[in-house]
């Protein structure tokens, strides 16, 4: 035997016992963060699976809460929707039952329903001012134009996406009160606006037609 190989085979036995006393003395401890590794990686995938699986029972049912409602069953439909808690659809399933309390009349459970939506934090930004828009549509018929402005006038700024719908619905607030040189105001910005969608200038170009002589005549 050569010089180098009785200096490898030694070198690999010094090797091969310090491997040993290193796994002595820290083989459990390696054992433990593997099988901690393990069990995170299953626990993480049986995680995901049954968040999934709450999120299609959630969404199995808001359809077919969606469906009653639609089928004219509001009653029925309003419990379901109620029952679902799901942090991905329960926001939707209270802007449908607000939906199912206006389309029935209760204007006031309707508002409050809307309003309970708009301070919940926990639910989407853009559902929260969904929820404030359609508080105020739904007012539109009755309240004062002080309490409509007081809910929309947050959204009348440049590059805000709801301001269209917010002084549409301010414009008609103030037609109804017979504010009229008002309501001219909110469709000249709706129509100066560049960025007003198409359908909605339409509605302003018409409302500002019937506006022109009421305009004049005071």
């Known amino acids: 035997m050569s010089d180098e190989s009785l200096f490898r085979e030694v070198d690999e036995e010094v090797r091969q016992e310090q491997l040993k006393k290193l796994w002595a003395r820290f083989g459990n401890l390696i054992i433990g963060v593997c099988l901690l590794a ?7 995938q049986g995680w995901k699976y049954w968040q999934n699986r709450q999120a299609q029972a959630a969404g199995d049912a ?4 969606a469906e009653l409602a639609a089928t004219g069953k509001a009653e029925e439909a309003a419990k379901q929707f109620d029952g679902i808690t799901h942090a991905g659809f329960n926001g939707l399933a209270q802007m449908r039952e607000a939906a199912l309390l206006a389309s029935q ?4 459970e309707a508002v409050a329903a809307y309003d309970a939506l708009a301070a919940n934090a926990a639910i989407d930004p853009t559902l929260q001012d969904l929820a404030k828009i359609r508080a105020a549509v739904v007012l539109a018929d009755t309240a004062s134009f002080a309490d409509i402005e007081a809910r929309l006038k947050p959204f009348d700024a440049a590059g805000n996406p709801w301001r269209h719908v917010a002084r549409e619905v301010m414009a008609s607030v103030q037609y109804r009160l017979k504010d009229y040189a008002g309501a001219d105001k909110q469709v000249q910005a709706i129509l100066g606006d560049p960025e007003t969608p198409a359908s909605l200038r339409q509605r302003a170009m018409m409302m500002g037609q019937l506006l022109q002589p009421l305009v004049a005549a005071k």
């Open 38 to 44: 393990i069990l995170g990686v299953g626990g993480y």
């Open 62 to 65: 808001y359809f077919a809460a």
């Open 105 to 108: 009349g209760k204007t006031a």
